[in-house]
């Protein structure tokens, strides 16, 4: 934490290095992190005495912000197409100025000369900016040659009702803040830089628990009342990096592969099951989030036992437990970054709610990460019946840019 210095009509705020908010642990189950823990913020004040709305993630870095810092109260994500003017040279000048002033923002600094500051006593409240490249933008940019590999589209899912309309897109921008003013006010002042260059295509707004919300850290949940992240890859792990940041292209050397999806929960019949169906559906118990196999002493993170039984000999995680089909073990050693928030936008035509959950997974590779998961619990995960896939995008996230550049500038300059 850095001391404080004065400017301009305000004082400067300290500084949460990346290191400092992870802090321990997080997790997270195939469908999503929605709130997930990686220790770090358990009250308005962490532990390094710095309130919530002081708190700053540093924007420039070797890696961007908003994948593996905890998820934060609010995320907005909105995807772009450029217009057919804009080209390469406008795709610089779009992302130069959206580096820009995503680091003011994250400083807690306004964004620019004259901004309409409405979240300026609010402090950057944890805010990140993450932005990712999708498979369209490089035909479109003049770089189809650069275009990686791993960006290949997507296979059909089985089950999946997709959405083109809130599907894909060129350009991703993940917002999220400790404040929902905050990340409003920076989905507001990146549109408006985006004037004349870029279009909006859709937007989807997350929210997950608050810091405070809890005495202590604590997993969070979804909105099926579940404990849900328990088992993402952890910063301390050997093999994280391999897991979630790519070695190439040398553009994208230390970035990542995002794959979003919006997944509606079908929370009125989910709601109908007794707690024990549902705790069989998920293979973990709903109050504390311990494994089925663990026995009565069993918590949060003890280890998941596939192979234990009851007396009967039937299985304690039943074969189509959500925790079984998408674990590491029964997919080949997948694994993906989960980093997920819950949404509710209203109610649907018949009255049932429009919620659920904006799943974001991080990897090296999509193709050994999200793919070969998800085509599993596609054709044997029984949550799989209380889940609709609306919509789906993948994007390559570079890494991050050091304080005289901006994200994507290897690519574009290179």
Do not use: C
Not at 33 to 60: C, E, M, T
Not at 101 to 128: F, H, K
Not at 271 to 287: A, F, M, N, W, Y
């Amino acid at each position: 934490m850095s001391g404080t210095r004065e400017r301009s009509g305000a004082v400067s705020l300290p500084t949460v290095s990346r290191r400092a908010v992870l802090g321990g642990a997080g997790a997270g189950l195939a469908v999503g992190a929605a709130g997930g823990v990686w220790g770090g913020r358990a009250s308005a004040q962490g532990s390094s005495g710095v309130s919530l709305g002081a708190a700053r993630v540093p924007f420039h870095g070797a890696r961007q912000g908003g994948i593996v810092e905890p998820a934060q109260a609010r995320v907005e994500w909105v995807a772009f197409d450029l217009l057919s003017s804009t080209g390469r040279p406008g795709l610089v000048t779009l992302l130069r100025g959206w580096s820009a002033a995503a680091a003011r923002m994250a400083a807690g600094e306004p964004a620019a000369e004259g901004e309409n500051q409405i979240a300026l006593d609010a402090g950057p409240s944890s805010l990140t900016v993450t932005f990712g490249f999708g498979a369209s933008l490089f035909a479109k940019a003049g770089l189809a040659d650069r275009r990686p590999e791993a960006l290949a589209a997507l296979p059909a899912f089985p089950g999946d009702q997709l959405d083109p309309a809130r599907s894909d897109g060129d350009l991703w921008v993940q917002i999220g803040a400790d404040d929902a003013l905050v990340a409003v006010h920076a989905l507001r002042v990146l549109a408006r830089l985006a004037t004349g260059l870029a279009a909006p295509r859709w937007q989807m707004s997350g929210f997950a628990r608050a810091p405070g919300a809890t005495p202590h850290p604590m997993t969070g949940r979804n909105l099926m009342g579940q404990v849900d992240g328990t088992n993402n890859p952890r910063p301390a792990d050997p093999d994280f990096a391999a897991k979630v940041f790519a070695t190439g292209p040398d553009w994208m050397n230390g970035g990542s592969y995002a794959v979003l999806r919006r997944i509606r929960m079908l929370l009125e019949g989910w709601d109908t099951l007794p707690t024990d169906r549902q705790e069989r559906v998920i293979g973990r118990r709903k109050s504390d989030g311990a494994p089925l196999s663990g026995g009565a002493d069993a918590v949060e993170r003890t280890p998941v036992d596939l192979a234990a039984t009851h007396p009967d000999g039937t299985l304690a995680i039943a074969p189509d437990a959500h925790i079984r089909v998408a674990a590491p073990d029964s997919n080949g050693g997948a694994a993906m970054l989960r980093r997920g928030f819950s949404f509710q936008d209203g109610l649907l035509p018949d009255g049932s709610p429009d919620a659920g959950l904006l799943f974001a997974a991080f990897q090296a590779d999509p193709a050994r990460g999200f793919v070969p998961v998800q085509q599993r619990l596609a054709r044997g995960d029984g949550l799989s019946r209380y889940l609709r896939h609306e919509a789906s995008a993948l994007f390559a996230v570079p890494p991050g840019a050091p304080e005289s550049g901006y994200v994507g500038q290897p690519l574009l300059e290179g």
